[in-house]
């Protein structure tokens, strides 16, 4: 399954062993459903990449 | 309005503490009650002659103060002992609780965490009269509480 990074928006994020606070990245399992109900809740946001620009000739 | 159905209860609970930098110890098996107070923000008001009403002003917020309830039981690494330790650690243990009121159930979860010291000490009392288990409580002094979400 894919990876994908996430910022953490909500005050925290309560994983089994930690906490991650908001502002932090984090990587979750982009199929997971757990990671769909972060998102539609809007306690993560994917982190888009900025695909790199083509130089001019 | 229709009344809405999205009421919860604590009977599925999830209770947990950790230190500063350590990992979280689910104690749901001895946890009775979550106690929270404090938190309030600081107002002030003065009266003039003229007029009806005050002059309101606003300051800080107070501590929030969180307080566990649980079963008693004897081991080392029981919670009772746990929190008796950190209590009476020189200078007191920094430790960190959360809970979540249907943290069992999944993801997505509302939960809530602070991070301070025991300021009311983890002892235990007794009464011949009862059959009742025997439970103790502490409670916690932090700055804040933080609203989070189960992962």
């Known amino acids: 399954m894919a990876k994908k990074r996430y910022i953490v928006k909500a005050d925290f994020l309560a994983f089994s062993d930690k906490n991650v606070h908001q502002g932090n990245e984090i990587e979750l399992e982009a199929t997971n459903p757990g990671t769909k109900v972060l998102l539609e809740q809007e306690a993560i946001e994917e982190i888009k990449e900025e695909k790199p620009k083509k130089e001019k000739e | 309005m229709p009344q809405t159905t999205g009421g919860i209860s604590f009977v599925n609970a999830k209770v947990e503490y950790g230190t500063g930098s350590g990992s979280f110890t689910d104690i749901s098996g001895w946890a009775n009650t979550v106690e929270v107070?404090?938190?309030?923000?600081?107002?002030?008001?003065?009266?003039?002659?003229?007029?009806?009403?005050?002059?309101?002003?606003?300051?800080?917020?107070?501590?929030?103060?969180?307080?566990?309830?649980?079963?008693?039981?004897?081991?080392?690494?029981?919670?009772?002992?746990?929190?008796?330790?950190?209590?009476?650690?020189?200078?007191?243990?920094?430790?960190?609780?959360?809970?979540?009121?249907?943290?069992?159930?999944?993801?997505?979860?509302?939960?809530?965490?602070?991070?301070?010291?025991?300021?009311?000490?983890?002892?235990?009392?007794?009464?011949?009269?009862?059959?009742?288990?025997?439970?103790?409580?502490?409670?916690?002094?932090?700055?804040?509480?933080?609203?989070?979400?189960?992962?």
């Open chain 2, 37 to 151: 107070s404090g938190g309030d923000r600081a107002s002030g008001e003065v009266y003039t002659v003229d007029g009806d009403t005050g002059i309101v002003t606003f300051g800080k917020r107070a501590p929030v103060d969180v307080s566990y309830m649980c079963v008693f039981t004897e081991g080392a690494t029981d919670p009772f002992e746990k929190f008796r330790g950190y209590h009476q650690a020189a200078d007191g243990t920094q430790i960190r609780l959360r809970w979540s009121p249907q943290g069992g159930a999944g993801t997505g979860k509302i939960a809530f965490t602070g991070t301070g010291k025991i300021t009311a000490a983890p002892w235990l009392g007794g009464d011949a009269a009862s059959p009742d288990p025997l439970t103790f409580s502490f409670t916690m002094r932090t700055a804040e509480l933080l609203k989070g979400v189960t992962a």
